[in-house]
């Protein structure tokens, strides 16, 4: 601000002296305070990533390769960006690893390269990383993996290799989180690898190419132009001679291809992401487990991990090495084969709340079929609402109701992620004055149950509905059928393995 000019102006208007002092102090106050809205249409262009950046002596050589690889302007635009900024201390612990002085031993184009991977086309806070590849990939293309299993706030690690210590520096255009390592980007895809590999995965390169699989693990983009996204569970060949295994030869053609795919899951799945603590809550019958069972990729198989195992993979097997990253996925090697034996495999208790779910009506008075309940209403004859009521120290949240007026209208609800095989149905409700109703699964009656929950608590009953053998793996759709006109008022299903 030009203070001549605003001392001119006040003369000319005959502004008295110390009235002038006010003002301009005023003006002063006003011109010299950061007005932040973080906007991404910044018009004064204030407080961009890269030039405040350029003040920050621990990062001299990103600022230098970011203008080297004319990267820099890149961050002082719009954006929104957010940068993964390794430290001076991190580039020279690079060097030393790649066998360089420093940045004038890397090319032009892979300097670009490593850059491109620390920066995402997002505005992405350290409270919004996940587990796992973040799910939005950099602007390479390629995913960067954060563990947060530690926490976010200065404990989380990417790529298990760079600590990021200080998280949601913030500027106009983005975010900047500072890390004590440089990442490499992922230049092979899962096929590439194997195919470079021979000496290590020659054994279970032949079985994937027998079952047309190599295709699939060697593309970057699906037929419709999709990012492809899988992980690899590989034996080496070590680990496969060692258990007698030079060939797959034995197989048919159609189990060596289900075999094959049993090795390999859809989307970026890294080691830590594999086991879930659930702790125990006996009113609702839910076991403290450490486990989880992830689908394959045919969809009807699983490979299950429980921490709490002597060996963490299928009981049998576990990692030697994990999270090796390429640009399709992720690899992780197994010191032992993979089992693979359908629904004889352990699977996982599915806790199963209503409300939460997906559920839907059909012939419910003032409701289209296949309608969702309203959320949070206080009457209404197909709603979910919280109940608020503590039951032995623990507070029941929200129950779904809904209220039929006919024979046949019913309820139906979507169990998630049911792995084939037998099943304990359990049901959680509010009793009191409720009708009768049949679950089916499909055409199949699991059973005939009056849900005013005689001669029980009024709440968390733990009543048994049933056993059901899921044939397939899926979403499951149970329908409670209405058979004596009454009201359903539901807070939980669980569905317990049985062997």
């Known amino acids: 601000m030009d203070i001549n000019k605003v001392s001119t102006i006040l003369h000319r208007f005959k502004i008295p002296s110390l009235l002038s002092v006010l003002l301009i102090t005023v003006l002063l106050i006003g011109s010299c305070k950061k007005k932040l809205d973080f906007s991404y249409q910044v018009q004064d262009r204030k407080y961009l990533m890269f030039d405040e950046m350029k003040k920050d002596t621990s990062m001299s050589i990103l600022v230098e390769a970011l203008e080297r690889t004319k990267l820099s302007g890149v961050l002082n635009s719009y954006g929104p960006y957010t940068l993964f900024a390794p430290n001076n201390e991190a580039f020279r612990k690079y060097f030393k690893l790649k066998g360089k002085a420093g940045l004038a031993d890397f090319s032009d184009s892979v300097l670009t390269g490593i850059l491109r991977y620390h920066i995402l086309p997002v505005r992405l806070k350290a409270g919004e990383f996940i ?166 990729l045919d969809g009807q198989n699983w490979i299950y991990f429980d921490l709490a195992a002597p060996h963490l993979i299928d009981s049998t097997s576990d990692f030697t090495a994990s999270d090796l990253s390429m640009r399709n996925g992720l690899v992780h090697n197994v010191n032992k084969p993979l089992v693979y034996t359908g629904k004889t495999k352990k699977r996982t208790q599915i806790y199963h709340p209503f409300w939460s779910n997906a559920t839907y009506c059909y012939g419910i008075p003032g409701f289209a079929n296949g309608a969702s ?28 109701f809904v209220q039929p007026d006919g024979i046949d209208d019913s309820l139906v609800t979507v169990v998630k992620n049911v792995k084939r095989g037998k099943y304990q149905i359990e049901v959680c409700g509010k009793g009191g004055g409720r009708g009768t109703f049949q679950l089916n699964y499909r055409n199949d009656s699991i059973t005939t149950y009056n849900f005013s929950f005689l001669n029980l608590p009024t709440y968390r009953q733990r009543y048994v509905l049933g056993t059901y053998d899921f044939k397939t793996s899926g979403d499951k759709r149970l329908n409670f059928i209405t058979k004596v006109v009454g009201g359903l008022n539901l807070e939980c299903l669980v569905l317990t393995p049985v062997d």
């Open 131 to 296: 587990q796992g590849p973040q799910l939005t990939p950099s602007s390479s293309g390629d995913n960067v993996n954060i563990d947060i299993s530690k926490g976010y706030k200065n404990t989380a690690v990417a790529n298990a290799i760079a600590l990021i210590y200080e998280t949601d520096i913030e500027y106009y255009n983005g975010y900047m989180h500072k890390m004590d390592g440089v990442l490499d980007p992922p230049v092979l895809t899962i096929g590439e690898f194997l195919k470079g590999n021979p000496d290590k995965y020659s054994i279970i390169t032949a079985g994937l190419t027998k079952a047309g699989l190599m295709d699939t693990l060697t593309n970057l983009v699906d037929n419709l132009g999709v990012r492809i996204k899988l992980t690899l569970f590989a034996e080496t060949d070590d680990v496969l001679k060692a258990a007698g295994v030079l060939n797959y030869n034995g197989y048919t053609q159609d189990s060596l291809v289900a075999y094959m795919r049993s090795h390999i899951i859809p989307g970026n799945g890294v080691r830590s992401g594999y086991t879930h603590f659930t702790a125990k809550w006996t009113q609702l019958g839910l076991i403290e487990r450490y486990d989880s069972a992830v689908s394959v």
């Open 373 to 400: 309940p309203t959320p949070n209403a206080s009457a209404g004859n197909f709603r979910y609402y919280f109940d608020g009521i503590t039951v032995n120290g623990s507070q029941v949240t929200y129950l779904t």
